[in-house]
């Protein structure tokens, strides 16, 4: 990265300020149509918002978010943020969809001021921010509201970075203070939204080290960098110490991190791939590819820099920023799990594309056109391929669909939100496409631990049966099922959607045979069902 001579009064100029309302206008056009998709209820939207009991906006729930983590992770932030949707549109999808996408807008502009202050023109850093912000990566963050978290996490994030990178250039000492206070208070509001960036306080002792490396400017960097760490690292410690996070160990594979360090930046460039539930890494031999193609670009740009005659000290703080931003996703930390998802690049891209855009913008093309003609048509690339991957976000369905349409062996959340999805919807197609994938390439660490995916396999076939009117079939296969719950002390079988479809099958068959007896045997264990969830979700209430 190359630290910038411009002053913080560049906002003031009209210029910037134009190019910024493009920024906006082009990332608002390529998110608007998923403004008006529903909540993806079998995908956490439910537990977050349509099902959270605590949105309402009281001291309570303030307190409980800020105190004790939601869903196993610390993100208070998101959570007020949800709760202020709550307020204001209740349970209306668009208004989260529309404060969702103004947010990210906002990430947009903070990072095209971020690439202003590393030197780069009006041009080239309109560009950078919108080959980040138009990325179809991006789509799992802005249209997914149990994913608010991301967007949270990288406003503060580039709103911390760039006060820090304004009380770097600052001279006045009051104005300097109140950036840097303002730099710790936005860096622990980020990490509160979603620990992925942790590495803050890393990334900015590099950045003043860098920034040092001007004589001018030498004391000062050394001296300021210690001012936000008062709030950060406290903040870490709130963070790690309400999520029980802390250094985990890989319990599977070291091959996990190696991919990680490559997968991230390169899909950064190009997101070649987009899965949100990713196959996991199970293999060494998985990793190749990636790691090759990581290497020789890594290479490639460092004998690039070294032509430019960029110092080793400017090449060694970049690397260790792009490293340390790289860190929570890597797989060594108990917070996330070990494989990689579109999500957790939405600060790595930022930080990734701030790295190579100087070096890009020192080459000597032959024509002024070029870069920015190429980085305009990349991001064109963008734009088409996220308003296409935009529609299978529209329904749990739809989004259940494309993951079964992916290579490789979905893994076991795949399996289990989109068997819970598909059997709420009633699409048998798409069940029958999951049952398939199901006895051809089952997850090895399974589905559910109760029951075996034998049961779980002869239910889809039994419901299948039973939806394609095939009674005699369906009632053959769900009297297997209860036999071997029987012989297995009723541990066979299943809770939750599961049971509540073969009771609601058997119910209907027995009806369709004038079995009224066995209907209303049904009918009554479907009732005690409904009763037994009521006072769960009752008892939960009172205990939180």
């Known amino acids: 990265m190359t630290p910038a001579s411009n002053p913080i009064t560049f906002w003031r100029r009209w210029n910037d300020w134009q190019y910024c309302i493009i920024i906006a206008l082009v990332v608002g056009a390529a ?14 939207d439910a537990a977050f918002v349509v099902n ?64 202003r202050k590393l030197s780069l023109n009006r041009p080239l850093a309109t560009l950078g921010a919108l080959l980040w912000a138009l990325s179809p990566q991006k789509v799992e963050s802005v249209i997914w509201i149990a994913e608010r978290k991301d967007v949270d996490c990288g406003l503060f994030a580039f709103a911390s970075f760039f006060a820090f990178q304004c009380a770097l250039d600052e001279r006045r000492p009051r104005h300097r203070w109140i950036l840097l206070i303002a730099t710790g208070i936005l860096g622990v509001l980020s990490i509160w939204s979603k620990p992925a960036s942790f590495a803050l306080p890393g990334i900015f002792i590099v950045f003043a080290i860098l920034k040092a490396s001007r004589p001018s400017q030498s004391s000062q960097s050394r001296l300021v960098v210690f001012y936000p760490l008062v709030f950060l690292l406290p903040g870490i410690w709130t963070s790690m110490h309400f999520t029980h996070t802390g250094i985990g160990h890989l319990e599977k594979l070291w091959a996990i991190p190696f991919h990680n360090l490559f997968w991230y930046p390169l899909s950064a ?12 890494i199970r293999a060494w031999r998985e990793i190749w590819d990636v790691v090759v193609a990581g290497v020789l670009i890594a290479g490639l740009l460092l004998f690039l820099a070294r032509w ?7 090449i060694i703080c970049s690397a260790l920023i792009i490293g340390g931003t790289i860190v929570p996703v890597l797989g060594l930390l108990r917070y996330t799990d070990y494989t990689h998802c579109d999500r957790y690049n939405y600060c790595v891209s930022a930080v990734v594309w701030a790295a190579i855009l100087p070096l890009l913008a020192r080459l000597p093309w032959r024509h002024p056109w070029i870069l920015p003609g190429g980085l305009a048509l990349l991001a064109g690339i963008f734009f088409v391929r996220t308003w296409c991957y935009l529609p299978y976000w529209e329904t749990p369905d739809a989004f259940t669909a494309y993951i079964f349409q992916q290579p490789g062996v979905p893994n076991r959340k795949a399996y289990q939100q989109g068997i819970t999805s598909t059997l709420r919807s009633h699409n048998p197609a798409l069940l029958a496409v999951i049952r398939e994938r199901l006895r051809t390439a089952p997850p090895p660490e399974g589905i559910y631990s109760d029951p075996p995916e034998e049961a779980l396999a002869d239910l889809l076939d039994a419901h299948l049966a039973f939806a394609n009117g095939n009674d005699t079939s369906a009632y053959e296969a769900y009297a297997r099922i209860d036999r071997k719950s029987i012989e297995l002390n009723n541990n066979y079988f299943i809770t939750s959607i599961l049971k509540q479809i073969k009771l609601q099958d058997q119910w209907q068959l027995a009806k369709n045979r004038g079995d009224h007896e066995a209907a209303a045997y049904y009918l009554r264990q479907l009732e005690e069902l409904s009763e037994y969830h009521a006072s769960q979700n009752n008892a939960s209430l009172l205990g939180e």
């Open 31 to 44: 998110f608007s149509i998923g403004c008006n998709y529903a909540f993806m209820t079998d995908w956490d």
């Open 52 to 115: 959270n009991q605590r949105l309402a906006w009281t001291w309570e729930n303030l307190h409980d978010y800020f105190t004790h983590p939601f869903m196993e992770l610390y993100t208070p932030i998101p959570m007020v943020s949800l709760m202020f949707d709550h307020v204001l549109f209740g349970l209306n999808h668009i208004g989260y969809h529309l404060h969702s996408l103004l947010l990210h807008t906002a990430c947009a502009i903070l990072f095209f001021g971020i690439l």
């Open 269 to 280: 460039l190009y997101p070649w791939h987009l899965n949100p539930i990713h196959v996991p």
């Open 308 to 314: 430019r005659k960029i110092p080793w000290r400017t």
